[in-house]
């Protein structure tokens, strides 16, 4: 019997309310793979992890090894070096190439959330090449220069309106 299983039994703890309590900060963890996590056939991120264990009132060394859950070796002098701490470790070496690249080149880097099933609609692959995209990244493209555009077109009317008076102040 899982170390998970004993746990649930002693605290009295159905898998239901478990996944329930993951479900609400993680919705991609479902019960099958909530199960996976209690048959020992997957580990849980760290923030599944932490819900899990809220709702069982235990601690993670109640139900994994610590060799189980410390997959990789430390970074603390490494995050100290490096910018990272505590709360935000010391990016990776592939992270920094990024943003290296993306300072060279002078470009941004967007992140944005909506709407899963809305976003599932409209981003399909299909769905882009009949709205006439090539892909997200070359929508969001097309968007932002359309907007530079537009406002583009606002700043000249407003500085030709501006050039009307003395003072270049409208009254």
Same mark, same amino acid.
């Given at each position: 019997?899982?170390?998970?299983?004993?746990?649930?039994?002693?605290?009295?703890?159905?898998?239901?309310?478990?996944?329930?309590?993951?479900?609400?900060?993680? *919705?991609?963890?479902?019960?099958?793979?909530?199960?996976?996590?209690?048959?020992?056939?997957?580990?849980?991120?760290?923030?599944?992890?932490?819900?899990?264990?809220?709702?069982?009132?235990?601690?993670?060394?109640?139900?994994?090894?610590?060799?189980?859950?410390?997959?990789?070796?430390?970074?603390?002098?490494?995050?100290?070096?490096?910018?990272?701490?505590?709360?935000? *470790?010391?990016?990776?070496?592939?992270?920094?190439?990024?943003?290296?690249?993306?300072?060279?080149?002078?470009?941004?880097?967007?992140?944005?959330?909506?709407?899963?099933?809305?976003?599932?609609?409209?981003? +399909? *692959?299909?769905?882009?090449?009949?709205?006439?995209?090539?892909?997200?990244?070359?929508?969001?493209?097309? +968007?932002?220069?359309?907007?530079?555009?537009?406002?583009?077109?606002?700043?000249?009317?407003?500085?030709?309106?501006?050039?009307?008076? *003395?003072?270049?102040?409208?009254?």
């Amino acid at each position: 019997m899982s170390r998970y299983k004993k746990v649930m039994l002693q605290r009295g703890v159905m898998q239901k309310e478990v996944s329930e309590n993951v479900h609400k900060i993680d *919705p991609r963890v479902d019960s099958p793979l909530l199960s996976k996590i209690i048959n020992d056939i997957v580990l849980p991120t760290p923030r599944t992890l932490e819900t899990i264990c809220k709702t069982l009132a235990c601690d993670p060394l109640d139900i994994y090894d610590p060799r189980e859950i410390a997959l990789a070796p430390p970074t603390h002098a490494q995050g100290a070096t490096d910018g990272g701490n505590a709360d935000n *470790p010391a990016p990776s070496a592939e992270a920094a190439r990024k943003r290296q690249r993306r300072r060279d080149k002078g470009l941004y880097n967007l992140t944005v959330e909506i709407d899963r099933d809305i976003a599932e609609r409209v981003f +399909a *692959p299909e769905a882009l090449r009949k709205l006439g995209y090539l892909s997200k990244s070359d929508f969001v493209r097309q +968007a932002v220069t359309a907007l530079a555009d537009r406002l583009s077109a606002i700043e000249a009317k407003e500085k030709a309106d501006g050039a009307g008076t *003395p003072n270049g102040k409208n009254n």
